[in-house]
């Protein structure tokens, strides 16, 4: 008995302090969101929004994200693939809004290129209409007390099955209707308004780039007769009686093309032929401007910076643009937003009126700051008048250095301060020039024995010129390179190479003077989007070089040198360091790693003090992961402990301690350009969010129908699938790129099974085995390394 009681004993033992370090992990990695840290502009003002995570491509709604009968204002940014909500705070008319990232995870997952605000079914609770592979798909909100969504499903398919994307009807020819997807390019903006003022939402779209109605707008009418569905009938593919060129954005009124919204049939000239390569990348506003009870449309181009107005002459059962103008709005500030603007008609100041906000909506081609003007409406609905206000709405109140963030940290100016230095992808100028920079934000804070008040104040937009050396991607990392003890740094870059600085100055503590060190570029380089991160991997007392990649891994240059004199190569390279490989499926994964040794008490200890390194790894997939088992395991895998939600994308970790307390403080870098200020147990906590998804990409549509049931193929060039119909197996042959994936997904878009290749394979044909499936019908899409992205029908026998 004694043998069991002397057993027992260390066992209960084992499990109490297995539970307190698991207690004391959760506590360790417990980071909440903080946006009490004051950050000033250049001027001086302070920023109200600083720690919202900046803003690239803006699409906006209005939705009552709490519940509260008040609508919020909802953010869908197309380039960090993540919603933003700013809470409702104003008191009668007024502008007054509060980030709260805390609702972002209750939107919808897997949204890309587009998701737009709309009440479908006249419930007072606005839905989302979002991107779908064949178009437009609707998530309908069912929220009670809490907002929550789900897929609308009762639209139906060509042979009347139920599908949960959008449908119209089409007339056979034979006086009956056949039912097709209704298609919108990825880039495109379509106007999601009732058009006819029945009191039910329509649609009206440009058609795809290989369509017959590539330059004219599709006019879907909404028919259904019961509040809680939609049922689009096509009425014309000419609404408006206008065409947009096929390679700029001149307009040609009075233009004439079969069942034109009540015009008698008119045969079609040839301006326009089937197949004809019109670029993708329009955006439709529609809206009544003249107070005549038709809608007017404001268009922008992929290629222009301006908005062109379409009047509307016509009435509401048949559209007529009779004329234009390229200057709208004309009588206050017009648009001139860089490229391809898009205008979101909502509501801003709470005055029941809905006003115009217009952003940008071209990836690393757009404005990445002073991108969303705010047009306020003066008048009606029914007869809007725009004026303009500003060209920086809510941006303006952020932290936003471009578009994606790198922040790191180092004392600049010698106070004993620490400073915020922030990298970025690139910076778009007015002259469309598109390169990195640098910006210093100096801490001008407050630090006695009895408070600790950090505040940051913009100082320095282009610090060290780098501006002028036309780099992309600047990764920051500070560490004593030399052994003089003063901080040098070292620039990762999206060609895969590093730059060095030194830092020259007299005596440790005094401000920094950095001076380049040439050859640095020829010494280290990985594949690309180099992160570096300095770590003594193999504990012999100097820096080795850790780097995360594009490729979602890391490598390590063992330091062949001493602490003074450091000496690396690629005959010292350690490839997938750590065991570490975060990608997706199409091969990226943005690595950029974040080393920090933590004590037993859970604060940061120096680089020669008692503690365990821990990686904070920031990477595509927009959450922070923890891994330990980093010391003396230079050759072996790291332990995943934890991981921090935050986002949907990709995002880049930095750690320092800002209130003096020897806490590791979180500050996360977003690709919108801004950057989340996170603290350990004080703030908001985040809810873990979905995961994101990465198999919608931008579609080249061709309207052939090889699968006889009448859907439409996404086709870029030059592959076969094979058999169709399909029994137990089927080949995919691409004459082209080297295939990368494939993908197979039911016609809900919900995924069944995918394979993935590797590109060093350079596998062209692929026999693969399906899987058990319900129903007959699949959808295969296959992904190739390079030009190659096709979509298709499958029929399974």
Known sequence: MKRNLFFFIPLLFSILLSTIVSGQKDSLFDYRYYDSLTVLDHNGDSLKQAWAGGINLAQFGRIDVDRDGRKDLVEFDRDGRNFKVFLNKAIGRYVDYKHAPEYSARFPEGIQHFAYFKDYNNDGKVDIWARHPFGLRIFKNVSDSVLRFEPLCNFRDFVGNPVCYVTAQFPDGSGGVNYFN????????????DINFDGKLDLLTFGNEFSLAANTINYYKNISTVPDSLVFK????????????????????????????????ISRPDVIKRGAARHTGSTITAFDIGGDLTMDLAVGDIAYSKMILLNNTGDSSKARISSFDTLFPSNTKAVDLGIFPAAYYVDVDNDNERDLLVTPGALQESMDRDNVWYYDNTNLDENSSFNYIKKDFLVGEMIDVGTMAFPAFVDVNGD????????????MKSNKDYYGRIAYFQNIGTYNDSVRLPAFRLVDSNYLNLEALQLRSIQLEFGDMDADSDLDLLIGLQDGSLRYYENIATNPGDSIILQASPG???????????????????ADGDLDLIIGEQHGTMDMYLNQGDSSQPLFSSSFKLQNFGGVERKDVFGNGFLVPEIIKIDSMGKLAGRYDAGEAHLFLGSIFGQVEVYDSLDGNMFGNFRKIDSIPHSRYRIAPSITDVYGDSLPDLFLGEQAGGITSMLR??????????????TDTTDTTDTTDTTGIGYHEWIMRNVNIFPNPAH???????????LKGVHLYDLQGRLIKQWAFREEENIRKADLRLPEVQGNELIVRVFGFGELDKSIILIVD
């Open 520 to 538: 640095w570029d020829s010494i280290v380089s990985t594949t690309a989007f180099a992160s570096p991160e300095l770590f003594d991997a193999d």
């Open 728 to 738: 137990e197996r089927f080949q995919v042959l691409s004459a082209g790129a080297a």
């Open 182 to 193: 209704v298609e919108i390019p990825a880039e495109d903006k379509p106007a999601i308004e």
């Open 681 to 694: 147990g004080k703030g908001i906590l985040l809810p873990p969010l979905p995961p994101p998804d990465t």
């Open 234 to 265: 096509n009425i014309t593919a000419c609404w408006g009686l206008f065409y947009e060129n096929d390679t700029s954005n001149g307009i040609t009124t009075n233009f004439y093309c079969p069942d034109s919204g009540g015009t008698d049939r």
């Open 416 to 427: 004993s301060l620490v400073d915020m230095i922030v990298g970025n992808d690139a910076f």
